[in-house]
């Protein structure tokens, strides 16, 4: 079995594993024969064999392949690894060319004049298994003096760690999209979407961004820096424009302003004259759909500003449609069942119901409002009037408000609106009850109904 990192420019092998029974016919070889042609086939300009031991047996054959060469740790240039170089290491532990230059030119000539051991002070643990057990102890890499590895000043001069480059890539063509974005790695998720709406002159309502190793969204929040993301340096990411939007405020307010126009008409127009339940039934739904409105504008708080623009008619067809004209016209008719007297019983506890349902769920979205800060995505464990019944009671008490309006008209219409709407809410329901599980943990009480005690 054969490990490989496939990077950008070179195939690098890990590890090669195979039984010992078959060692003789040194598999390890043909591993290494079909990693180079897997590197001349697919492009790749270098072929990595990994670390180079001298005197251990079992690596010693990757010196048999040519051109073969190694790191000088003194320059990090890549030296011939031939028979110059192979016969500095019969007799050093620690070879570097520009090392050997360095001595010639001091005079030091005679071979092993100057070795590690003569350079004591430069690296204190010379062996492996001393410096591994140091780093166990919480020593650090730069204290070992490790050769081939940057000091902490030379790492401060020519890497500025408090950025990172983003390599980004367009899902679908996104014009001016910069190849790379440099971010600081304490620059919050939605400067990285400002840096990249700046640069592609796009709204940065309209970018997806994701990450190209798993496709996990990158939200666009402030409260969340580039670095909990995950995002490295040179990582890559997709940048995807998502279309026009528009506010989902805005979509809301459209929404709920079609039966506040649709139902004062049909009740003006269908109305002969109009009857006791007819007149209740306009009121609550006005009630209704006007406290709504006030809530778009004045309560909530949406974790995303916007939605795709062409949502705003799908969305608004449900109210406008089966709850404007589709309520308005069956309620006010002069034969709809509204137009009758019915039991003071059925109409009182309609009155109760619909009272109870409002200010339930006025006062749950209250609660959910006061769990995000102003401009902040951030979430919480709502606690509060119903939220030890089930995950979303701002959901029960909408349905009891619209069972109370059924009880007052009776119309077919209503039950149609509100089976719809409350078979909606239901999904989004056991949604937020999965969503709070997952990122809350054993801190959420978890619940066993998500929108009806004792049904669902």
Not at 74 to 100: C, H, I, M, N, R
Not at 284 to 305: C, D, G, N, P, Q
Not at 319 to 347: C, E, H, M, Q, R
Request: charged share 20%; with cysteine.
């Amino acid at each position: 079995m054969s490990v490989l990192d496939l990077l950008p420019h070179c195939v690098s092998g890990v590890y090669f594993i195979y039984h010992s029974d078959f060692e003789q016919w040194s598999f390890g070889k043909l591993s290494a024969l079909r990693e180079a042609a897997l590197a001349l086939e697919a492009g790749y300009k270098y072929y990595y064999m990994g670390y180079y031991i001298h005197d251990c047996v079992k690596m010693r054959y990757k010196g048999h392949y040519k051109p073969q060469h190694v790191l000088d740790p003194e320059t990090y240039e890549w030296v011939p690894l031939d028979g110059e170089f192979t016969s500095l290491l019969d007799q050093k532990p620690y070879v570097s060319l520009a090392l050997e230059k360095r001595l010639k030119e001091n005079g030091t000539t005679e071979p092993g004049a100057e070795t590690l051991d003569g350079d004591a002070d430069c690296f204190p643990l010379p062996l492996p298994a001393d410096a591994a057990a140091a780093v166990t102890a919480g020593t650090s890499l730069f204290d070992l003096k490790v050769p081939g590895l940057m000091t902490e000043e030379e790492i401060a001069e020519t890497v500025d760690l408090g950025k990172i480059s983003l390599r980004g890539q367009g899902r679908k063509p996104i014009k001016n999209l910069p190849e790379e974005t440099t971010v600081g790695r304490e620059d919050s998720a939605a400067e990285l979407y400002k840096s990249i709406a700046a640069s592609s002159k796009t709204s940065v309502h309209r970018l997806k961004i994701t990450k190209g190793s798993d496709g996990s969204a990158i939200p666009n929040s402030s409260s969340v820096t580039v670095q909990d993301t995950g995002l490295r340096n040179k990582s890559t990411i997709d940048v995807k424009d998502l279309g026009p939007q528009i506010s989902w405020r805005t979509v809301f307010v459209v929404e709920y302003l079609g039966p506040l126009i649709i139902h004062p008409i049909f009740y003006l127009l269908l109305t002969r004259p109009p009857s006791e339940l007819q007149t209740i039934s306009l009121l609550m739904i006005m009630l209704h759909f006007l406290k709504r409105e006030y809530e778009t504008l004045f309560v909530h708080r949406f974790s995303l500003a916007t939605m795709p623009a062409l949502n705003i008619f799908k969305n608004s067809a449900h109210y406008w449609l089966l709850g404007g004209v589709n309520i308005a016209f069956w309620t006010y008719l002069p034969s709809a069942p509204t137009a009758k007297a019915t039991s003071p019983i059925f109409k009182y506890a309609g009155i109760a119901m619909f009272v109870v349902g409002e200010l339930g769920n006025f006062s749950n979205h209250l609660t959910l409002r006061d769990l995000r800060r102003p401009g902040s995505t951030e979430r919480g464990i709502p606690k509060g009037l119903g939220f030890s019944l089930v995950t979303c009671p701002n959901y029960m008490f909408e349905a009891l408000a619209w069972l109370g309006i059924l009880s007052v008209n009776w119309s077919l219409s209503t039950a149609i609106f509100a089976v719809a709407a409350v078979g909606q809410m239901a999904v989004w329901a056991r949604k937020k009850e999965m969503r709070y599980r997952k990122e809350f943990g054993a801190e959420y009480k978890r619940k066993r109904f998500f929108i009806l005690p004792g049904i669902y």
